[in-house]
C-alpha cells in the first residue's frame, strides 16, 4: 500500500473513521494497533508476526528494567551509612545494566542479521578469498529480505529502553505500548518518535480541531507534491545518468546534475514520506516530530544535521554521542566521537562500504568543523570573517558543496561506481551518442534546459524558506484548503506513471 495512492486515501478516510467513531480510549488503540498490522501486512505479511514479537520483548523488557528501578529508589532513599543499602543499590544497578544491554544487543543482533550479513560474508570473502564465504552471502542475498523499516524500528526500541533505565516510566500496558511500536504512519521510515513523546500525546487526545485537520491535509498535499511531482520527476533524470551502461558514457557536466538531482531528489522523496506521515497522524490526533527543516541552506555541517533527519540526529546525540562523553573530555575526544556517532550513522543507512565512506566523510566534515570553531574563537579575524556576509556566503558554499558531493556515495554505494564518478568530474567529456539517448529521448531537456530547471527548484525552496523562516510568514487555512484538492489533481495529472518506492524504505 504506497501513500501516493487511491488505495491509501480510501484506508486513510476508513481509519479516521473508525477511530473517531469508538469513545473508549482503549478501543481506539485496538483500532490502531489492527489497521496498522493491515497496513504493514499489505508490504511484508511474512513479517508481521516478527514485528509483533521484537514490540513484546521490548515491552517486558522495559518492564524488567523498570521494576527494578523501584529498589533502586529505596535503597538511594536509606541511610548512607547503611552497608545494605549500598550493597542493594549496587546489585539492582547491576540487574538494570545487565537487562538494558540485552535489550540492546537482541536489537542489535536482529539488525545485523536481516541487512548485513551478505556484506559481511563478501568483505570476509574478498579479504581472505573464501569462496564459500560468498556463496553464503549470494544464498542469504536471494532468500532473506529485511523487514521494511527494521532500522527505525530498533532504534525506537533502543530509544525507549534507555530512557526507561535512565528513570522514565515503563510503558504499562502492551496495548498501548505495541500501539505506539506499530502506527503505520512511521512504521516504515519515521520519523523516529519516542514513546513518552507518543504516550503523553494519548492522555490529551481529542479530535482535531477544523485548523488541525486542514494542516494535516495540507501536509499530505504537499507531501504528494514533494514526492510523486518532483522527487519521482528527478529520479528519472537520476537514474538515467547514474543508471547501469549509461555512467561510464557520462560527462563531468552531466555527472554534476545528475549529483544535483540525487541530493534534490532524496530531500523531496524523505520529506514527502515525513509530511505525508505527519498529516495522517495529526487527523488521528498525533503529533510527530518533524524531521526537515531547510538543512540545503544551513552554513555548517553541524547545522546542516540539525535540520536534516533531524530525529536521527536526535538519537545520535543523546544515545551515542553524549554517553560517548560528547564535547566533556577535551577537544580531541570531542573529534574522535563526532567521527564514530557519524560511522555509525553511515552503517545505519546501508550494507556497503559507500554508506561507510558517506559517513566517515561527514563525520571529518564535522570535525574541521569543530577545530575551526575553535580556532575562530582565539582569533577574532576569523570569528568576524565567518560572520561577515561573505563568510556566510562562502561557508553555505563550501558546506552544500560536501553535502552533495558525498551523496554520490549514497546513490553508489559501490566503491568502483561511486569512486569512477569522483574521478571524472571534471573534465570528462561525454560520449557523442549520449546527449542525444539521455536528454533528447529519455528526459526531453537539453542540458541548459535542465540546469535551469534545477535551479529555479533551488530558488523555490530559498522563497519559501525566507517567507516561512525569514519572514515567519505561512498560509492561512483556508487558503490551504483550497489548495488541497489542486495539489492532489496536480499530482493525478502530472505525476510519472507507475509510483516509485520510497528512497528511505531502503534503510
Same mark, same amino acid.
Given at each position: 500500500?504506497?501513500?501516493?495512492?487511491?488505495?491509501?486515501?480510501?484506508?486513510?478516510?476508513?481509519?479516521?473513521?473508525?477511530?473517531?467513531?469508538?469513545?473508549?480510549?482503549?478501543?481506539? #488503540?485496538?483500532? =490502531?494497533?489492527?489497521?496498522?498490522?493491515?497496513?504493514?501486512?499489505?508490504?511484508?505479511?511474512?513479517?508481521?508476526?516478527?514485528?509483533? %514479537?521484537?514490540?513484546?520483548?521490548?515491552?517486558?523488557?522495559?518492564?524488567?528494567?523498570?521494576?527494578?528501578?523501584?529498589?533502586?529508589?529505596?535503597?538511594?532513599?536509606?541511610?548512607?551509612?547503611? *552497608?545494605?543499602?549500598? &550493597?542493594?543499590?549496587?546489585?539492582?544497578?547491576?540487574?538494570?545494566?545487565?537487562?538494558?544491554?540485552?535489550?540492546?544487543?537482541?536489537?542489535?543482533?536482529?539488525? #545485523?542479521?536481516? @541487512?548485513?550479513?551478505?556484506?559481511? =560474508?563478501?568483505?570476509?570473502?574478498?579479504?581472505?578469498?573464501?569462496?564459500?564465504?560468498?556463496? /553464503?552471502?549470494?544464498?542469504?542475498?536471494?532468500?532473506?529480505?529485511?523487514?521494511?523499516?527494521?532500522?527505525?524500528?530498533?532504534?525506537?526500541?533502543?530509544?525507549?529502553?534507555?530512557?526507561?533505565?535512565?528513570?522514565?516510566?515503563?510503558?504499562?500496558?502492551?496495548?498501548?505500548?505495541?500501539?505506539?511500536?506499530?502506527?503505520?504512519?512511521?512504521?516504515?521510515?519515521?520519523?523516529?518518535?519516542? $514513546?513518552?513523546?507518543?504516550?503523553?500525546? !494519548? *492522555?490529551?487526545?481529542?479530535?482535531?480541531?477544523? /485548523?488541525?485537520?486542514?494542516?494535516?491535509?495540507?501536509?499530505?498535499?504537499?507531501? %504528494?507534491?514533494? @514526492?510523486?511531482?518532483?522527487?519521482?520527476?528527478?529520479?528519472?533524470?537520476?537514474?538515467?545518468?547514474?543508471?547501469?551502461?549509461?555512467?561510464?558514457?557520462?560527462?563531468?557536466?552531466?555527472?554534476? &546534475?545528475?549529483?544535483?538531482?540525487? /541530493?534534490?531528489?532524496?530531500? &523531496?522523496?524523505?520529506?514527502?514520506?515525513?509530511?505525508?506521515?505527519?498529516?495522517?497522524?495529526?487527523? !488521528?490526533?498525533?503529533?510527530?516530530?518533524?524531521?526537515?527543516?531547510?538543512?540545503?541552506?544551513?552554513?555548517?555541517?553541524?547545522?546542516?544535521?540539525?535540520?536534516?533527519?533531524?530525529?536521527?540526529?536526535?538519537? +545520535?546525540?543523546?544515545?551515542?554521542?553524549?554517553?560517548?562523553?560528547?564535547?566533556?573530555?577535551? +577537544?580531541?575526544?570531542?573529534?574522535?566521537?563526532?567521527?564514530?556517532?557519524?560511522?555509525?550513522?553511515?552503517?545505519?543507512?546501508?550494507?556497503?562500504? /559507500?554508506?561507510?565512506?558517506?559517513?566517515?566523510?561527514?563525520?571529518?566534515?564535522?570535525?574541521?568543523?569543530?577545530?575551526?570553531?575553535?580556532?575562530? @574563537?582565539?582569533?577574532?579575524?576569523? @570569528?568576524?570573517?565567518?560572520?561577515?556576509?561573505?563568510?556566510?556566503?562562502?561557508?553555505?558554499? =563550501?558546506?552544500?558543496?560536501?553535502?552533495?558531493?558525498?551523496?554520490?556515495?549514497?546513490?553508489?554505494?559501490?566503491?568502483?561506481?561511486?569512486?569512477?564518478?569522483?574521478?571524472?568530474?571534471?573534465?570528462?567529456?561525454?560520449?557523442?551518442?549520449?546527449?542525444?539517448?539521455?536528454?533528447?529521448?529519455?528526459?526531453?531537456?537539453?542540458?541548459?534546459?535542465?540546469?535551469?530547471?534545477?535551479? &529555479?527548484?533551488?530558488?523555490?525552496?530559498?522563497?519559501?524558506?525566507?517567507?516561512?523562516?525569514?519572514?515567519?510568514?505561512? =498560509?492561512?487555512?483556508?487558503?490551504?484548503? #483550497?489548495?488541497?484538492? +489542486?495539489?492532489? $489533481?496536480?499530482?493525478?495529472?502530472?505525476?510519472?506513471?507507475?509510483?516509485?518506492?520510497?528512497?528511505?524504505?531502503?534503510?
Amino acid at each position: 500500500m504506497n501513500f501516493i495512492s487511491l488505495i491509501y486515501g480510501l484506508f486513510l478516510l476508513s481509519v479516521v473513521g473508525m477511530y473517531w467513531s469508538a469513545r473508549s480510549p482503549s478501543l481506539r #488503540l485496538w483500532i =490502531l494497533l489492527i489497521v496498522s498490522l493491515v497496513f504493514y501486512a499489505s508490504l511484508q505479511i511474512q513479517y508481521v508476526p516478527l514485528l509483533v %514479537a521484537i514490540a513484546l520483548i521490548n515491552f517486558y523488557l522495559g518492564q524488567a528494567i523498570g521494576d527494578n528501578a523501584a529498589p533502586v529508589q529505596q535503597a538511594t532513599d536509606r541511610s548512607v551509612s547503611n *552497608k545494605n543499602a549500598h &550493597l542493594s543499590l549496587a546489585f539492582w544497578n547491576h540487574q538494570r545494566q545487565r537487562l538494558l544491554w540485552l535489550g540492546i544487543i537482541l536489537n542489535v543482533v536482529l539488525l #545485523l542479521g536481516f @541487512k548485513y550479513i551478505p556484506f559481511l =560474508l563478501t568483505s570476509i570473502a574478498t579479504s581472505l578469498n573464501l569462496p564459500v564465504a560468498q556463496q /553464503g552471502a549470494d544464498w542469504v542475498s536471494a532468500n532473506l529480505i529485511a523487514p521494511l523499516g527494521i532500522s527505525f524500528f530498533t532504534f525506537e526500541c533502543i530509544a525507549y529502553l534507555v530512557d526507561v533505565y535512565r528513570g522514565a516510566p515503563p510503558a504499562g500496558q502492551m496495548l498501548k505500548f505495541t500501539a505506539y511500536k506499530l502506527f503505520f504512519a512511521k512504521l516504515i521510515s519515521g520519523p523516529i518518535t519516542r $514513546y513518552h513523546h507518543f504516550a503523553a500525546q !494519548l *492522555k490529551e487526545l481529542q479530535f482535531p480541531t477544523l /485548523g488541525w485537520v486542514v494542516e494535516g491535509l495540507w501536509l499530505i498535499a504537499s507531501g %504528494a507534491i514533494k @514526492k510523486a511531482l518532483l522527487a519521482d520527476n528527478l529520479a528519472k533524470v537520476v537514474n538515467l545518468i547514474f543508471g547501469s551502461g549509461n555512467l561510464e558514457r557520462a560527462g563531468s557536466a552531466d555527472l554534476w &546534475l545528475a549529483t544535483f538531482a540525487y /541530493g534534490l531528489q532524496l530531500y &523531496l522523496d524523505f520529506s514527502g514520506y515525513v509530511d505525508i506521515a505527519r498529516g495522517t497522524a495529526i487527523l !488521528l490526533g498525533f503529533n510527530l516530530p518533524e524531521n526537515f527543516n531547510f538543512p540545503y541552506f544551513s552554513t555548517s555541517i553541524a547545522d546542516f544535521w540539525r535540520r536534516w533527519h533531524m530525529t536521527l540526529g536526535d538519537w +545520535l546525540r543523546n544515545y551515542l554521542y553524549f554517553p560517548l562523553g560528547g564535547s566533556r573530555q577535551g +577537544l580531541a575526544r570531542t573529534c574522535l566521537n563526532l567521527l564514530i556517532i557519524m560511522l555509525i550513522a553511515g552503517i545505519w543507512h546501508g550494507a556497503a562500504w /559507500g554508506y561507510v565512506v558517506w559517513g566517515v566523510l561527514h563525520g571529518v566534515a564535522l570535525v574541521v568543523h569543530r577545530l575551526t570553531e575553535a580556532v575562530s @574563537k582565539k582569533f577574532k579575524l576569523a @570569528k568576524y570573517w565567518w560572520s561577515s556576509l561573505i563568510g556566510v556566503v562562502v561557508a553555505w558554499l =563550501l558546506t552544500q558543496s560536501m553535502v552533495f558531493t558525498s551523496w554520490i556515495f549514497f546513490r553508489l554505494p559501490d566503491l568502483k561506481q561511486s569512486g569512477w564518478v569522483i574521478q571524472h568530474l571534471w573534465n570528462q567529456r561525454s560520449d557523442i551518442q549520449f546527449a542525444q539517448k539521455i536528454y533528447g529521448e529519455g528526459i526531453g531537456l537539453e542540458r541548459p534546459q535542465l540546469a535551469l530547471l534545477l535551479a &529555479l527548484l533551488m530558488v523555490s525552496m530559498g522563497v519559501v524558506y525566507t517567507l516561512q523562516r525569514g519572514l515567519k510568514l505561512q =498560509l492561512n487555512w483556508h487558503l490551504k484548503l #483550497l489548495l488541497v484538492p +489542486l495539489c492532489l $489533481y496536480m499530482v493525478w495529472l502530472l505525476a510519472p506513471q507507475g509510483a516509485l518506492p520510497y528512497i528511505y524504505f531502503d534503510f
